[in-house]
């Protein structure tokens, strides 16, 4: 199936498009006569998008560029995106299509990490045409440990967190170790954005209850921007004004029937700098027709990309099948999943109900989920996958320091212990 814009605004994509040099010889001549004409046009993948940085997808003279930022794979050469003013600006917009409405009246924290790649940037902006306060808080900085977070979120009462949802859990986490409720600590917070990973039904559900505040998703990537946000009423849908999108089957020409699970080809009808023609986002997804409450017509579910499902015997269990097959076990945090031999899954899953004094011992084997695949839950402690002690670790000082008291002088000059 293929959804979203028109056939205008696809012909004005391929115009600029065909400013990049990748692109030149890759796009018809001639004008689209409808939409469903884009589908014979050859798809743009991250291996193409890698191989041709940083410059063989831009399409606007240097001077028009605004912003620069990179993607990363598993292979390590990263993903370069130009991004005109216009294009952070059209990015901000499709951002505040969420339901969570910032106003003046919101403190925003954002967790997002604010180096090289893009949802914090732009996340940023679009809390500040909403005239929204900001506190940019970066995620993956030494400067912004996560109880210096916490302590922020609670003195300057903040009413949104923007954060990737482990990250929400995370804080959430050291917030208890300081002997703090996230869900009665932090009477102002009225909303958590999330964004950055794929967010199923239970992980929303298990941050709504910890922070005692509704999530609000936000579907993107560096690469396209934000394709889908939530509305008021906790659904993700597809921004149809700014992109196409087209659910294909895994041999990347077949459209899956409405409603199947597909993989999600995104093409970015106003990107200027780096317009992107049918991109295969490697994201499983599917395209629910619902009329919702908002007006919105479609719903969006992003199921997580291929190589984050588990195959057991012909079976593939993506991240909302794994969820929902241990959506049961009380007091359920955070969890991993591998195969069980011979045959099933093998989940460890952090729970409250665990005593502190065993480890892993108690396991129940059960039979469940449609596919009638053996399960096996082994229940550990909370703080199993992360280290507390990690979580309350104020980590590196920012700063460069130079004057040291004699007596730190005579203790640190001759170690290699000394840090500038
Ligand atoms: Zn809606």
Redesign the pocket.
């Known amino acids: 199936m293929i959804i979203g814009g028109d056939v205008n605004l696809a012909n004005q994509m391929l115009s600029r498009a065909r400013r990049a040099s990748f692109y030149s010889g890759r796009l018809p001549d001639k004008p689209l006569r409808s939409l469903s004409e884009l589908a014979q046009i050859p798809l743009t993948t991250k291996a193409d998008l890698r191989e041709h940085s940083p410059y063989g997808f831009l399409a606007v003279p240097k001077h028009e560029v605004a912003a620069y930022h990179e993607s990363f794979g598993t292979t390590g050469k990263p993903v370069s995106i130009w991004l005109a003013e216009d294009d952070l600006l059209d990015t901000a917009d499709e951002i505040n299509t969420c339901?969570v409405n910032l106003s003046v009246a919101d403190t925003v924290l954002i967790r997002y990490p604010y180096a090289i790649s893009q949802v914090a940037h732009t996340f940023h902006l679009a809390a500040r045409l909403r005239g929204a306060c900001v506190i940019p808080a970066s995620s993956r900085s030494t400067i912004s440990p996560f109880p210096r977070i916490v302590n922020m979120m609670r003195y300057l009462d903040v009413t949104v967190l923007a954060a990737l949802p482990l990250q929400a859990i995370l804080l959430a986490r050291c917030a208890e170790l300081m002997g703090l409720s996230p869900a009665r600590d932090f009477p102002g917070l009225r909303a958590i954005c999330s964004a950055g990973e794929p967010l199923s039904p239970q992980r929303r559900k298990l941050i709504q209850e910890i922070w005692n505040a509704p999530v609000f998703d936000n579907y993107g990537m560096t690469e396209i921007g934000a394709a889908a946000l939530d509305?008021?009423?906790g659904?993700l849908?597809p921004v149809l004004s700014d992109f196409v999108f087209e659910l294909l089957e895994e041999d990347r020409e077949t459209p899956v029937r409405p409603g199947n699970i597909g993989y999600l080809v995104v093409s970015t009808l106003k990107r200027r700098a780096t317009p992107l023609v049918r991109y295969w986002t490697g994201d499983r997804a599917r395209l629910v027709p619902e009329l919702?409450?908002?007006?919105?017509q479609y719903r969006l579910e992003v199921r997580g990309r291929q190589e984050d499902c588990l195959q057991v015997a012909g079976h593939l269990f993506d991240l909302w099948d794994l969820e929902a097959m241990i959506q049961h076990v009380p007091g359920k945090g955070l969890w991993v999943v591998g195969p069980l031999e011979p045959f099933g899954l093998h989940f460890v899953v952090e729970s409250r109900e665990f005593g502190q004094d065993t480890k892993s011992q108690e396991a129940l084997t059960i039979l469940g989920g449609q596919d009638r695949v053996p399960i096996q839950i082994s229940l550990v402690p909370p703080g199993t996958f992360f280290d507390p002690q990690a979580l309350l670790d104020i980590g590196e000082v920012g700063k460069p320091r130079y004057i040291y008291s004699t007596e730190e002088l005579d203790a640190k000059a001759y170690t290699k212990s000394l840090r500038l």
Not at 292 to 296: E, K, L, T, V
Request: proline residues 9%; charged residues 10%.
């Open positions: 339901g509305c008021l009423y659904r849908h919702c409450p908002c007006g919105a």
